[in-house]
C-alpha cells in the first residue's frame, strides 16, 4: 500500500506492484506477519506530515520473520521474528549522537517516511536498528508496541513523573492506553481525559483512577501530564491542570494550533512544556523489557491488510479503542 496524500475519507492508501526488497550490506528482509496502524501514518496519508519520498509505503511497527540478509549482517539468524520500528538510521556522529541523544540526530531516516514500511508482504532494515521480539506477546500484541508503546514510554520519561506522583493522559488510544499501564506498574496514580466513551471504559479497566470525556480540570493536580491526542487546543488545558514545577509532555509529531497561552495561568509556577521528538533504541529496549515484565495488556483491534484505508479512517474518527493492527494476508 503505497500513500497518495488525500483526505482519509478519500482511502489515500493504494495498493501497488512494488519489486521485491534485496537487502543491502548490513541489512535484512523480513516477512511481514503485522504492522501497526499509527497515528503518523494518517498525518503522512493526509499530508499534514510533509513528503520525505512521494509513494511511499507506510508503516513503522513491523512484525515480521528474517527470509534474507544481507552482506555483513550477522545479529540476526533467517527465521527470528523481529520488529522494525520507526527510527531507522541515525549518522552517529553529529553532537546530539555522541551524547546519547540520536533521537535528536541531524540527518536521521524514519520507516514509512523516508523509507518503505510495513503496509507491505516484505520489509527491509538495518540490522542495528530492527528489535529483537519478546516471546511473552503475540504477533498482534507485539506489533502495537513498537511505536505507540516506545515513543509512550519516552513520553512518559520527559513528563518527568515523581516516584508516586499523579499523571494526567490527554487522549487515550495505542501509545497512551499502554505508557497508562506502565506509569501505573511504577505505583503512578493515572487520570485520562478523552473523548471516547469507550477509552474511559478501557482506561477504568486498566486501573487508572479517574476518566472523564470533557475538558474539565481532573479531581487533582497534576505532578506530570502527556498529550498524546493532537489537538493544541488541549495544551492551555493540561497546563492549567498542572501542579507547581510540573511538566507537560506534549507525544505527537503533528499537533493543530496551540491557542494563546497566559502567563500565570498556564506557565508560572515553574511549570513546563515540552515536546517529545522520536526515540533513541535504547528507549525502545528499555521498553520491551518493561512490558514483558509487567506483562503489559496491548488492547488490540485487527484488520486485513487490504481493509488498511478502513483502519485509517476508523483511526482519524475516534473508531478505534486501544491499538489497530493490520494482519497480512498471507497469515
Not at 517516511?113 to 500484541?141: C, R, T
Not at 479531581?219 to 488545558?237: N, R, S, T
Not at 523489557?289 to 485509517?312: E, G, H, N
Request: aromatic content about 6%; some cysteine.
Amino acid at each position: 500500500m503505497v500513500a497518495q496524500q488525500v483526505p482519509v475519507d478519500d482511502r489515500p492508501l493504494r495498493l501497488v506492484d512494488k519489486p521485491e526488497p534485496v537487502p543491502g550490506p548490513g541489512e535484512v528482509r523480513v516477512v511481514v506477519r503485522r504492522c501497526g496502524v499509527c497515528r503518523t501514518d494518517l498525518h503522512l496519508a493526509e499530508g499534514d506530515l510533509l513528503w520525505r519520498r512521494p509513494g511511499v509505503v507506510p508503516g513503522h511497527e513491523v512484525v515480521g520473520v528474517v527470509d534474507a540478509i544481507g552482506p555483513g549482517a550477522r545479529r540476526f539468524a533467517v527465521g527470528a521474528r523481529i520488529g522494525i520500528a520507526w527510527l531507522r538510521h541515525t549518522c552517529g556522529v553529529c553532537r546530539f549522537c555522541r551524547s546519547g541523544a540520536e533521537n535528536l540526530c541531524i540527518d536521521p531516516r524514519f520507516t514509512g517516511w523516508d523509507a518503505d514500511g510495513g503496509y507491505a508482504e516484505q520489509a527491509v532494515i538495518n540490522e542495528a536498528y530492527a528489535y529483537p521480539l519478546p516471546d511473552e506477546f503475540s504477533d498482534d500484541e507485539v506489533a502495537a508496541l513498537l511505536c505507540a508503546g516506545i515513543i509512550g514510554y519516552r513520553a512518559l520519561k520527559l513528563a518527568d513523573l515523581p516516584p508516586g506522583g499523579r499523571l494526567g493522559i490527554y487522549g487515550f488510544g495505542g501509545s497512551a492506553h499502554l505508557a497508562a499501564q506502565v506509569a501505573m506498574a511504577a505505583g503512578a496514580e493515572v487520570h485520562v481525559i478523552t473523548r471516547s466513551p469507550e477509552a474511559c471504559r478501557l482506561a477504568l479497566d486498566l486501573g487508572a483512577a479517574s476518566a472523564g470525556t470533557g475538558r474539565e480540570l481532573p479531581p487533582v493536580k497534576l505532578d506530570g501530564a502527556i498529550l498524546f491526542a493532537p489537538a493544541g487546543g488541549l495544551v492551555p488545558v493540561a497546563l492549567a491542570a498542572l501542579d507547581r514545577g510540573a511538566t507537560l509532555a506534549v507525544a505527537g509529531i503533528s499537533l493543530s494550533d496551540i491557542p494563546r497561552l497566559h502567563y500565570q495561568e498556564h506557565l508560572f509556577q515553574e511549570r513546563t512544556l515540552r515536546s517529545v521528538t522520536a526515540n533513541t533504541r535504547q528507549d525502545g529496549e528499555e521498553f520491551l523489557a518493561i512490558a514483558a515484565r509487567i506483562r503489559i495488556r496491548p488492547t488490540v483491534q485487527p484488520y486485513p491488510f487490504d481493509q488498511a484505508d478502513r483502519a485509517l479512517a476508523d483511526l482519524a474518527h475516534d473508531r478505534v479503542n486501544g491499538a489497530a493492527v493490520l494482519r497480512m494476508a498471507s497469515d
